[in-house]
C-alpha cells in the first residue's frame, strides 16, 4: 500500500484518506467538513503553491498547504 501525503498530488489526481500526521485543533474542522479516514477526495487545483482545492463528498474545499501535507493519503 503505497502512501503520501495530500499535498504531493498532482491536480486530477484521486486518493483515500488514511490518517493524519500529528493531532490539534484543525482535525476537528477536519472531520466536519467530511475528511475522514476512508473517505475519496480529488484533486481539484495543486499547482505547487498556496492552498489545494479538493473535492470531497460532491463538495469543493480548499486546504492550506501546511494542513494538506499532514493528511496521509493512498493514491487511487
Same mark, same amino acid.
Given at each position: 500500500?503505497?502512501?503520501?501525503?495530500?499535498?504531493? @498530488?498532482?491536480?486530477?489526481?484521486?486518493?483515500?484518506?488514511?490518517?493524519? =500526521?500529528?493531532?490539534?485543533?484543525?482535525?476537528? +474542522? @477536519?472531520?466536519?467538513?467530511?475528511?475522514?479516514?476512508? =473517505?475519496?477526495?480529488?484533486?481539484?487545483?495543486?499547482?505547487?503553491?498556496?492552498?489545494?482545492?479538493? +473535492?470531497?463528498?460532491?463538495?469543493?474545499?480548499?486546504?492550506? +498547504?501546511?494542513? =494538506? +501535507?499532514?493528511? @496521509?493519503?493512498?493514491?487511487?
Amino acid at each position: 500500500m503505497m502512501q503520501t501525503t495530500l499535498d504531493t @498530488l498532482p491536480s486530477g489526481a484521486k486518493a483515500r484518506i488514511i490518517g493524519f =500526521a500529528h493531532g490539534g485543533g484543525w482535525l476537528y +474542522r @477536519l472531520y466536519q467538513m467530511g475528511f475522514t479516514p476512508g =473517505a475519496i477526495i480529488e484533486v481539484v487545483a495543486n499547482y505547487g503553491k498556496g492552498p489545494l482545492i479538493v +473535492r470531497i463528498m460532491g463538495a469543493e474545499v480548499a486546504v492550506g +498547504r501546511g494542513i =494538506a +501535507r499532514r493528511i @496521509l493519503v493512498q493514491p487511487l
